[in-house]
Structures are given as C-alpha cells and as structure tokens.
C-alpha cells in the first residue's frame, strides 16, 4: 500500500476506536458551502465528519473488528464519527441538517455501543431526546409532585383565611 494510503488509513482506524459511534452514509459532490455548514453544525454537537474512499474504510472498519455489508455503495462515504455522551446530538444534527437541505446524503448505517444498526434504526435514535432533554424531563418529574403539593398547601391556607375573614365579618 502507498504511504499516503496508509496514513489515511491509520486516520481512519484512530478515528474509529475514538470514537463511540459513527454513521455511515453517501457522499454524492457537495459544494463546499453546504459542506462547510454540515461540518460547523457537527462540530457544535461533538462530532466530526470525513469523506473517504469505501475501501479504505472497509480496511480501517474490518482492522477495528468491524464487519461492514454495503456492497451497493459507489464511490466515497461520509462517515460522521461521534464521540463521549453527545452521540444523539450529533446524530440528531446529521438529520436536521439532511432535512433542511432535501435529502442530500442517504444514512447507510449506524454503529452505537458496539452494534450496527440499519438506517431506520439510526432514523429512529435520532428521535430520542437528548441528554440535556432527558435531564430537563427528569427534573420536571421531580418538581411536579412538589409544585402539586405546594399548591394544595396554599389551597388550604387561603380557605382557612377565607373562612376566619368570613366569621369576623359575621361577628361584626
């Protein structure tokens, strides 16, 4: 193999044991400004993006332990490497994004917690909510009962009050 084909290949692999998660998906011509947004829209969300050549990434996955079967592929892939606890924002980012510019890349798979998952399953985890959305929900479990019971508490104070006014008034 060529230097240069080994070291992006080298890249890839590091890329791919760094990583917790990735989405695989293809890469038709992009003009650098859409490209250049995607990759922004990624960073934001911790994860980054690479197009690569669908045989060097088959070398890199299968190095890692990967066993990929997309032979219909043609060309380059775009493989979204996401990283620590922010895999469903990232990923949550590939859609938004594929959404907003009319089904640009088409999602050929996923791998999440050392499983691949097919396109509809990597469609549906990006309908999960996010961490920080899971914090907020859970928050607001906690709060409710207490904001309920506060309530109530104040209900029976204000009758109370209501009934001692109402009584000095009678007696008046």
């Known amino acids: 193999m ?11 692999q590091e890329n791919i044991d760094a990583s917790s998660a990735f ?5 038709p011509h992009v ?6 947004d995607f990759r922004e829209k990624l960073r934001e969300n ?11 990434f088959y070398k890199a ?6 066993s ?14 996401l990283e620590g606890d922010k895999t469903i924002e990232g990923t949550k980012a ?14 050929l798979s996923g791998r999440y917690d050392e499983k691949m998952y097919s396109p509809s399953d990597v469609k549906e985890l990006s309908k999960l909510p996010s961490m920080d959305e899971m914090r907020a929900q859970f928050i607001g479990l906690l709060e409710a009962p207490m904001t309920q019971t506060l309530s109530v508490m104040e209900g029976l104070l ?8 109402n009584k000095s008034k009678e007696s008046n």
């Open 2 to 12: 060529r230097p240069e084909k080994q070291l992006l290949l080298d890249e890839i």
């Open 23 to 27: 989405i695989i998906m293809s890469y």
């Open 31 to 36: 003009a650098p400004d859409l490209s250049w």
């Open 46 to 56: 911790g994860a980054k993006f690479s197009v690569v050549k669908k045989r060097i």
């Open 61 to 66: 996955a299968e190095s890692a332990g990967i």
């Open 68 to 81: 990929l079967e997309m032979t219909d592929v043609k060309g380059n892939v775009g493989v979204v490497f």
């Open 94 to 107: 590939v859609f938004s994004f594929n959404k907003e510019q009319g089904e640009l890349f088409t999602i």
């Open 158 to 165: 204000t009758s109370v009050m209501h009934c001692l006014e």
